[in-house]
C-alpha cells in the first residue's frame, strides 16, 4: 500500500530556532496535508496544499507541495515550547475517501 | 475544542471480547471517520460514513464495524478483539458543505487489550 515517510523521526531543538520536516510518498498525489497532534488531543490540521509548488503559511509555519508532487516540506520558525508536539502529513487519494497519514515528526523544544 | 467527543476515554478488555466505542458531533457534520493510532504511528484509516451509509474502507476485516446516527453521534464496534487491536481510536467529522480535508478529530479512545 501507499507509504509517506517523514524525517527526521523525531528533534530536538533549542527554543527561537528554526524547524523544517519532510514527507515524501512513492506516488503522485494532487494534496498534501500536514497536522499537528498533542498529548491526548486528536490531530489538528496546521495545513493543506493543492497545487505543486505552492507556498502556504499559518502564522509561524510554512509549507511547501514539492514540484514532483512526490513530497512536502513544513517548516516552523522561531520556535517555542507549544510547538512540542508530533507532525503528521498526510494524503487524501484522489477517489478514494481514506486518508493516509505518515509516521510523523516528534517535535520537543527546549526552552 | 473541535466540538467532537469520544467516550469512553479508555478502555480495558480481554482477548476475544466485543467492544463499542462512541463519537459524538456537532449539528451539521454529517461525515465521520474512524481511525486506529498505534502507538508511535501514525492513524490508519478504518471507514467513512456519510448520512448512515459506509462509503469508504480501509483494510481492516469486517469484525471492525461501525453505525452512523441521525443525532451526528457514531459508534465503532470491533468484535473478536485482538491483542493487535490495542490503540487510540479517533474519530474525525467534516461539516456538510466544507472540503473533505476540514476534519476534525475528537480525543480518542485509548483501547487495551490483554
Known amino acids: 500500500g501507499q507509504q509517506l515517510n517523514q524525517s527526521p523521526q523525531s528533534m530536538f531543538i533549542q527554543e527561537g530556532e528554526d524547524v523544517s520536516m519532510n514527507c515524501t510518498s512513492s506516488?503522485?498525489?494532487?494534496?498534501w496535508l500536514w497536522y499537528k497532534q498533542d498529548p491526548g488531543e486528536g490531530p489538528v490540521l496546521l495545513i493543506a496544499?493543492?497545487?505543486?509548488?505552492e507556498l502556504t503559511s499559518n502564522g509561524r509555519l510554512t509549507a511547501q507541495f514539492g514540484i514532483t508532487r512526490k513530497d512536502s516540506f513544513l517548516n516552523i520558525s522561531a520556535s517555542i515550547p507549544s510547538d512540542v508536539g508530533i507532525y503528521f502529513c498526510?494524503?487524501?487519494?484522489?477517489?478514494?475517501?481514506?486518508?493516509?497519514f505518515g509516521t510523523g515528526t516528534r517535535l520537543k523544544v527546549l526552552a | 475544542e473541535t466540538g467532537v467527543t469520544q467516550s469512553p476515554t479508555h478502555l480495558i478488555k480481554t482477548r476475544g471480547q466485543q467492544v463499542t466505542l462512541r463519537c459524538s458531533s456537532q449539528?451539521?457534520?454529517?461525515?465521520v471517520s474512524w481511525y486506529q493510532q498505534a502507538l508511535g504511528q501514525g492513524p490508519q484509516f478504518i471507514f467513512q460514513?456519510?448520512?448512515?451509509?459506509?462509503?469508504g474502507r480501509g483494510n481492516f476485516p469486517p469484525r471492525f464495524s461501525g453505525l452512523q446516527f441521525p443525532n451526528y453521534s457514531s459508534e465503532l464496534n470491533v468484535n473478536a478483539l485482538e491483542l493487535d487491536d490495542s490503540a487510540l481510536y479517533l474519530c474525525?467529522?467534516?461539516?456538510?458543505?466544507?472540503?473533505?480535508?476540514?476534519?476534525?478529530f475528537g480525543p480518542g479512545t485509548r483501547l487495551l487489550v490483554l
Open positions: 474525525a467529522s467534516t461539516p456538510a458543505g466544507d472540503s473533505e480535508e476540514t476534519q476534525y
Open positions: 506516488s503522485i498525489f494532487n494534496t
Open positions: 496544499l493543492y497545487k505543486a509548488g
Open positions: 498526510a494524503l487524501h487519494p484522489p477517489g478514494t475517501y481514506k486518508y493516509i
Open positions: 449539528s451539521g457534520h454529517n461525515t
Open positions: 460514513y456519510y448520512r448512515e451509509e459506509e462509503n
